[in-house]
């Protein structure tokens, strides 16, 4: 018998009971569209995580400071410019923000007054620290440059000088006898001391308050946090090479704990995923072999027939496993199809960009494993009708 006589009578038999192997086309196509929607997606939403701000927190931070029990007493233990540039250069870096600041200084409200922390920041520096506020704005780069005297300040701060309950947007606030404006409060913030602390422009606090002019630390916000571990590494050779002298007392650290707690979560989301998507295909498989097994029972006297005119057991078990594999390839292929508009239609839902050599891949790797699966799935049934005896098979009812 020809291959193409084969592919024939398979395709014809699969049209007669089209309404049995609906359901198992439908299952592998569920499988392959998830599998191809999923691998595609599922890196570019994973990147797209790794920027948001509001969920990594300070997962991808990388903090610049000095220790200063290790550094000599003469030096101040800061930063320059130059180190900031430098780093905003390496790759991998998203943003960097340099800080200056105070503690134990007075602030007062009226007739209320505490000791906090002041810190003197650039626009930059709410790129990259996550600060939520719970009311108000953040400083922008027109605060920065024009020197304007506002603020934002700490849930504490508001506590203790607005005791009142007083919607402190807008009010005065005196630190050190210097006058601000508030224009923002934080809110839930991990860092548990910006609760006691006002921020202002780093231009005012360089040109207002004495010793707050040398940067004290370095916050530094990574692309993503596969890149945390080796731009730390960079940025303490950096900074220790353009202050070689004070290289022991620099510290440079970040927060490997949290983002080890962000992989996990995330891992096992996609475990899960994966996990369905196997179970599906399995299903899929298992639902050929039981349809295929119960088309040889009901084709035995038809296996018997044509064993008797001359079919050979190759012939047979070519047969069976060919259809076997045109249900998987049908279901596979459908699958693509619908796996090609999810992918669609996602990234413009999601507002982010597939990588479409990973695309490219998974179609082709939907197809391989479709092939696969029809294979595998078919061999029992296929050797079972392969094996029957003529004469035996041409008696059954």
């Not at 994973?46 to 991808?60: I, Q």
């Not at 931070?61 to 003469?74: M, Q």
């Not at 292929?333 to 891949?361: C, H, I, N, Q, W």
């Amino acid at each position: 018998m020809l291959n193409s006589d084969l592919v024939q009578i398979s395709l014809r038999q699969i049209y007669r009971q089209k309404r049995r192997y609906r359901s198992v086309i439908l299952g592998i196509a569920l499988g392959i569209a998830g599998f191809v929607t999923v691998l595609t997606l599922g890196d570019s939403v994973e990147t797209d995580l790794g920027r948001n701000l509001e969920v990594l927190g300070s997962a991808t931070i990388i903090k610049a400071t000095w220790d200063f029990d290790r550094s000599k007493r003469w030096h101040h233990g800061q930063y320059f410019s130059k180190d900031v540039e430098d780093i905003r250069r390496l790759p991998q870096v998203k943003s960097v923000s340099p800080i200056v600041w105070s503690a134990g200084l007075q602030m007062r409200c009226g007739n209320n007054t505490m000791v906090g922390r002041l810190i003197g920041v650039e626009e930059r520096f709410f790129d990259t620290l996550y600060i939520p506020l719970s009311q108000g704005r953040i400083l922008t780069s027109d605060d920065v440059e024009g020197k304007r005297s506002v603020c934002i300040v700490g849930e504490t701060v508001v506590q203790k000088l607005f005791q009142n309950k007083t919607d402190p947007i807008g009010k005065t606030i005196f630190v050190s006898g210097h006058q601000f404006q508030i224009v923002g409060v934080m809110g839930g913030v991990e860092d548990k001391s910006l609760f006691e602390t006002i921020i202002i422009p780093l231009s005012v606090a360089r040109s207002r308050f004495p010793g707050m002019y040398e940067i004290r630390d370095i916050y530094i916000r990574a692309a993503n946090w596969d890149a945390v571990r080796p731009l730390q590494q960079e940025i303490l050779k950096l900074i220790s090479s353009n202050q070689p002298g004070y290289a022991d007392a620099m510290d440079v650290k970040y927060f490997p704990e949290r983002i080890d707690t962000i992989k996990q979560a995330v891992f096992m989301i996609k475990l899960f995923i994966y996990a369905s998507l196997v179970v599906t295909l399995l299903l899929g498989g298992l639902g050929i072999t039981n349809v295929m097994l119960a088309a040889v029972r009901e084709r035995t006297t038809e296996i018997g027939l044509r064993k008797a005119v001359g079919a050979t057991d190759r012939t047979i078990m070519s047969q069976f496993l060919l259809e076997s594999i045109t249900i998987s390839l049908m279901g596979a292929g459908s699958g693509m199809l619908v796996g090609f508009v999810s992918v669609e239609v996602l990234k413009r839902l999601l507002d982010t960009v597939p990588a479409y050599e990973v695309f490219a891949a998974s179609m082709f790797g939907g197809m391989v494993f479709g092939l696969v699966l029809g294979m595998v799935s078919g061999f029992i049934p296929a050797r079972k009708a392969s094996r029957l005896d003529p004469s035996e098979a041409m008696r059954f009812e």
